[in-house]
C-alpha cells in the first residue's frame, strides 16, 4: 500500500509540473490566431453542408415535380385509354344492336316471303307436272304413230325372256333438248364444209405469208439490181446470210448496202488504158518511115511493118451484171 501511495503521488507531481510548463509555453497570439481560422473553416464548412443541403432539397422538389408530371400524364394516358374502350365498347354495342336490328327485319322478311315462295315452289311443281304429262302425253303419240320402232336387245342374264320391240325409244325430239342446232354442225355421213374451208384459208394464208415474207427477204438485191450496184453479189450474199441464220443484221447491212452508192474506180482507169494505147498506136505509126527497121529495138529486117489503124474508136463500157 505504501508503495502505491507513493507511486500515485510521484505520478501526480510529475504530471502538474508538466501542465505548469505547457501552459508556460503557450502563445496567447497563436492561440487566438488559430481559433479564428478553426471558426472560419468551421463557418465554410457550414456553408458548404447548407448548399450541399439545398442543393439536396432542389434535387428532391425537382424528382418531386417529376414524378407528379409522370403521374399526371400516366393519368391522362389511362383516361384516354379508358375513354377510348368506352367508346370501342359504346360503336361495338351499336353495331351488335344494328346487327341485331337486321337480323330481326331478316327474319320478318323471311317470314313475309316464306307464304310466297311456298306458292311459288307449289306452282313450279305443278307445271313440272303438268309438263311431265304432256312429254308423257307427246312420247306415247309419237310411239303410236311413228311406224317404225326401234327394237330392244334381248337379256340374257334372265330366263325366258324374248327379243321384243321397244316402244319408248322413238325418233322424237326430248322436250329439253334444242330444236335448232347452228349450222356448222354436220350430220352423221356428210361433208364437214366448215373444216374443209378452214383447211384451204390455212393453205392459202401459209402460201401467201411465205410470198410476202420472200419478197421482203429479197428487197435488198432486187434494190441493188435494178440500180446496177457494183456490191451486188456482197448483198446477195448477206441476203443468204440472214436467211439461213436468222440474223436479221445481215438482212439491214445489205439493205443499207444496197441503198448506197459506190464509185466505179474501173470506168475511168479503162478509159485512160484506152486513151494510152491509142496515143502509143498513133505515135508508132507517125515515125515508122523515119526510122529503119535495123535501128528499131526489138524488130528484124525480115519481120513486116506492122498495120497501124488510122483511126480506133473507143467503144463505151458496159457494166456487167453478174448475179449470185
Excluded: Y
Excluded at 492561440?31 to 442543393?55: H, I, P, S, Y
Excluded at 310466297?116 to 305443278?126: D, K
Amino acid at each position: 500500500m505504501g508503495i502505491r501511495a507513493l507511486f500515485l503521488v510521484a505520478c501526480i507531481l510529475a504530471t502538474g509540473a508538466l501542465d505548469a510548463a505547457a501552459v508556460e509555453r503557450i502563445n496567447p497570439h497563436d492561440v487566438l490566431n488559430q481559433t479564428g481560422r478553426d471558426l472560419n473553416a468551421f463557418d465554410k464548412r457550414m456553408e458548404r453542408d447548407k448548399a450541399e443541403q439545398q442543393k439536396q432539397e432542389k434535387e428532391a422538389e425537382a424528382k418531386r415535380k417529376q414524378d407528379e408530371a409522370e403521374r399526371q400524364k400516366a393519368e391522362k394516358a389511362e383516361k384516354a385509354l379508358q375513354e377510348a374502350q368506352r367508346k370501342r365498347e359504346a360503336a361495338e354495342q351499336q353495331k351488335q344492336a344494328r346487327e341485331d336490328k337486321e337480323r330481326e327485319a331478316r327474319q320478318k322478311q323471311e317470314e313475309a316471303e316464306r307464304p310466297n315462295r311456298e306458292q311459288a315452289e307449289q306452282a313450279q311443281q305443278e307445271a313440272q307436272r303438268k309438263r311431265e304429262a304432256a312429254a308423257a302425253e307427246g312420247a306415247k303419240g309419237a310411239s303410236l304413230s311413228s311406224p317404225t320402232t326401234t327394237p330392244s336387245r334381248p337379256s340374257t342374264g334372265r330366263a325366258g325372256s324374248e327379243f321384243e320391240e321397244d316402244p319408248t325409244v322413238t325418233a322424237s325430239v326430248h322436250p329439253a333438248g334444242p330444236h335448232h342446232l347452228p349450222a356448222f354442225f354436220t350430220a352423221p355421213g356428210e361433208t364437214d364444209v366448215l373444216m374443209i374451208g378452214v383447211a384451204v384459208f390455212l393453205v392459202i394464208a401459209v402460201v401467201v405469208v411465205g410470198i410476202l415474207f420472200l419478197r421482203l427477204h429479197t428487197l435488198p438485191e432486187r434494190i441493188a439490181h435494178k440500180s446496177h450496184k457494183l456490191q451486188f453479189e456482197i448483198v446477195a450474199v448477206l441476203g443468204l446470210l440472214a436467211l439461213f441464220t436468222h440474223v436479221h443484221l445481215f438482212w439491214v447491212a445489205g439493205l443499207l448496202l444496197a441503198m448506197i452508192d459506190l464509185p466505179d474506180f474501173g470506168w475511168p482507169l479503162g478509159r485512160i488504158a484506152g486513151a494510152v494505147e491509142k496515143m502509143a498506136a498513133m505515135k508508132a505509126a507517125e515515125g515508122a518511115p523515119e526510122v529503119p527497121d535495123e535501128t528499131v529495138a526489138g524488130l528484124t529486117p525480115r519481120q513486116e511493118q506492122l498495120e497501124v489503124p488510122r483511126e480506133t474508136k473507143l467503144q463505151p463500157r458496159k457494166k456487167e451484171l453478174t448475179h449470185a
